[in-house]
């Protein structure tokens, strides 16, 4: 059964940084791309970052370009979203999410974890 795990969200004040964990199990063949989403109050879900696995690459939205960075770590099967200069716009639940394949909608999910950024 895969499973995708999030922590290390909280609160922090505005130009704080916060790293977010993504914990992956279950997976019994390698997955294609995993990424990183948020959703704020009443607004849509929004890509933030994505890692494509095969070659280690990503991809960083526009709105968090510069501040925020994906990274993972093989061994722990964990990937991370580095936040830095937290703005109180950045308030969301954030979500990881997998798929196995190229393709648009991803697979899993994992269940959130709330960001703040308030003074």
């Known amino acids: 059964q895969v499973q995708l795990a999030e922590s290390g969200g909280g609160l922090v004040q505005p130009g704080g940084s916060l790293r977010l964990s993504c914990t992956a199990s279950g997976f019994t063949k390698d997955y294609y791309a995993i990424g990183w989403f948020r959703q704020a109050p009443g607004k849509k879900r929004e890509a933030v970052s994505c890692l494509i696995n095969k070659d280690n690459s990503t991809l960083v939205g526009n709105d968090v370009k510069g501040r925020f960075t994906m990274s993972r770590d093989s061994v722990k099967n964990t990937v991370y979203l580095q936040m830095n200069s937290l703005k109180p716009e950045d308030t969301a639940v954030y979500y990881c999410?997998?798929?196995?394949?190229?393709?648009?909608?991803?697979?899993?999910w994992g269940q959130g974890t709330q960001v703040t950024v308030s003074s």
């Open positions: 999410a997998a798929k196995l394949i190229y393709k648009a909608d991803y697979d899993y």
